[in-house]
């Protein structure tokens, strides 16, 4: 099952398998996430490639999802190691939804993730200022 194939291929993501993953997506698949919002395989495989270059030991955990024939929603946490910052690993939580073509490829890809509290937060310098910005926001 398509699904099933998707999982095995984010939980399994190297930079050696990136190829396994782009061959799930249609040639003209759309992926948006906080940062991207791109179309086609190569633009896709780019973010991946990138994801490699900048964070260590980059891997994701899917911990729930709902699927019919058209799509699917996954949750996940994504476990990653800043090269810049931090060697502590950091948990980004998000969830993704996919729509499939008629040949069963992904045709869409929209992940959904807080990037202030999930990334920013977290960062030395901008962390501290955006928890102050919470906090205002709160009071």
Wanted: with cysteine; proline share 3%; charged share 25%.
């Amino acid at each position: 099952m398509m699904l099933e194939r998707l999982i095995q291929a984010y939980e399994n993501l190297r930079p050696e398998t990136i190829d396994h993953l782009i061959e799930l997506y249609a040639k003209d698949a759309l992926f948006k996430d906080p940062f991207n919002e791109v179309q086609g395989q190569e633009a896709i495989r780019a973010i991946f490639t990138h994801m490699f270059s900048q964070v260590n030991e980059p891997r994701f955990k899917v911990t729930h999802h709902l699927h019919d024939a058209k799509s699917a929603y996954l949750s996940w946490n994504f476990h990653l190691r800043f090269k810049r910052w931090s060697s502590a690993e950091q948990i980004i939580r998000g969830c993704t939804y996919i729509e499939f073509n008629s040949e069963g490829l992904i045709k869409n890809h929209r992940d959904y993730w807080d990037a202030a509290e999930e990334l920013y937060e977290k960062l030395p310098a901008i962390g501290s200022f955006m928890r102050f910005l919470k906090q205002q926001a709160r009071n």
